[in-house]
DNA sequence: AGGACTGACTTGAAACTTCAAGTACGAGCA
DNA sequence: TGCTCGTACTTGAAGTTTCAAGTCAGTCCT
């Protein structure tokens, strides 16, 4: 049963529609961030049921398991994890804890200067990676490329560009 | 300090690549997945601090009041409400329990139908909503509908709507 | 009528994230 | 040399989500 949501502004908006920068959305407009909206909350929640179910990996760990491979020491300081897994210290701090306590990582201070602490890959969490690794690409492709063609792939890139500029303008 | 990711085949990914069913991205589908997921990653954590600091709503509160008051009765059965909010019956049941306790939302057993519940939006809840509305609606114009051109918001349109379509043929 | 069954919801515990301090190292400087 | 400062990280508590049962009302079947 389809629960009808309307296109139209809500009756307390209608005073502020036309104030100077509380500017709501056309109807056009609402219906791409309801798009895009929905597309933002189930695309990382699919791909992570995926992993979890098949790798008992969450999408971040995932990625942080994958940003270490990436390296050719398999080390990265934690500080850098964090940005790379778009994830805040804290956050990487405790997953790195978790992580290590199931042997897919190792914790150290960097020897060169002693602030800062650096994540090791372990073979274990490597392979633990590499299992992982077909079933997840399987997943992007399937809901990602094969839904897009070449040139809504790169609408897509570029889109998503424009809007990560926009947000990290935000937070100077 | 960047970090070097690199977008060539790591070496255990060698074997795999060419196998049947686990075909890896190219170094062009990479650079798109990279950017989608940076961005869906980071846009609704930049939505959802800007409704957080200025409102003291999630992004999933927010839109759990948004949808009762789109209602005309401002009511919804909590399983509407969870589809709407693209969240599972069991998380949004203990958010109502915790916006029933700040007084946004009551909930009742349905009259018609004693197997359901519904939620329905107070004064104060609305009134909560109503405010936090024109911060919240100006951030998404500026993250988004700043960041592209009319093209570009029809072409995101359609391709959050074709991920999602896949995205819903694998939870049959 | 009665019994199995289904779908909607609740609940409690465990896992995870966020928030607010706190600690520690090194840089810059008196 | 010793002081202050900033940055990187850790920690614990509080808040939130997930997971696995459990409850309960209506439906279907006999």
Aim: charged share 25%.
């Amino acid at each position: 049963m389809k629960v009808q949501v309307s296109s139209r502004y809500p009756p307390w908006m209608a005073t502020r529609k036309t104030s100077r920068d509380a500017r709501w959305l056309t109807p056009d407009e609402l219906e791409t961030w309801r798009a895009l909206h929905e597309m933002v909350v189930r695309l990382p929640a699919a791909l992570g049921s995926q992993l979890q179910n098949d790798s008992g990996l969450s999408f971040i760990e995932y990625y942080v398991l994958a940003a270490l491979s990436d390296q050719t020491d398999h080390t990265l300081r934690l500080s850098q994890l964090a940005a790379l897994a778009n994830s805040e210290l804290s956050r990487l701090s405790h997953l790195i804890t978790r992580m290590e306590k199931r042997g897919f990582v190792r914790r150290a201070p960097d020897p060169s200067d002693g602030r800062f602490n650096i994540a090791t890959l372990t073979p274990s969490g490597l392979n633990h990676l590499v299992e992982a690794a077909p079933g997840h690409v399987a997943e992007v492709r399937r809901l990602i490329f094969d839904a897009l063609d070449e040139r809504a792939q790169h609408d897509v890139r570029t889109a998503a560009r424009a809007i990560v500029r926009r947000v990290d303008e935000g937070d100077l």
